[in-house]
């Protein structure tokens, strides 16, 4: 067993504020308990997992959740990273993203994500875009396996 199965975690990497609440607010409504570290771009998250530029190593996280459209790093950019690493290459990775284009879904698709979560993340509005609850779902199966 992984250190990542023993301590389960979840990696956001989300610069709007509102969208780490709603992430918060959600997976409290599932009972997913696991701990929720926060990264405010693609350069700070790489920083933590690879322990560089003064920020604490992390622990491998059990899944990712990335914003395609942040500053200094975007989503894909992380993710292409990510995908390009050894260390990291293994990881269940999320976009969550408003974009709905052809082209980011396309890339992410190219990159092997293992799902893509439209916001406003809401059970609310689940029936309304089968991918969204798709990917969500896949999202919460996977977190509840680990807990």
């Known amino acids: 067993m992984s250190p990542t199965?023993?301590?389960?975690?979840?990696?956001l990497v989300e610069d709007d504020q509102m969208d780490v609440m709603n992430v918060?607010?959600?997976?409290?409504?599932?009972?997913?308990?696991v701990p929720l570290l926060h990264a405010r771009n693609g350069r700070e998250a790489l920083n933590m997992l690879r322990g560089e530029n003064g920020e604490t190593k992390i622990a491998l996280p059990s899944v990712v959740m990335l914003d395609i459209n942040m500053p200094r790093m975007n989503g894909l950019e992380l993710l292409?990273?990510?995908?390009?690493?050894?260390?990291?290459?293994g990881l269940n990775v999320f976009i969550m993203t408003t974009s709905d284009l052809d082209s980011d879904r396309l890339r992410a698709q190219q990159l092997a994500v293992s799902g893509y979560i439209?916001?406003?993340?809401?059970?609310?509005?689940?029936?309304?875009?089968?991918?969204?609850?798709?990917?969500f779902s896949l999202?919460?199966?996977?977190?509840?396996?680990?807990q």
């Open 5 to 11: 199965e023993n301590n389960p975690s979840i990696l």
């Open 24 to 33: 918060q607010r959600e997976l409290r409504k599932q009972d997913i308990g």
């Open 80 to 89: 292409d990273t990510l995908r390009s690493d050894p260390e990291f290459v």
């Open 118 to 135: 439209i916001k406003p993340l809401t059970f609310d509005k689940f029936g309304e875009g089968g991918a969204t609850v798709d990917g």
């Open 139 to 146: 999202f919460l199966d996977l977190l509840k396996m680990k």
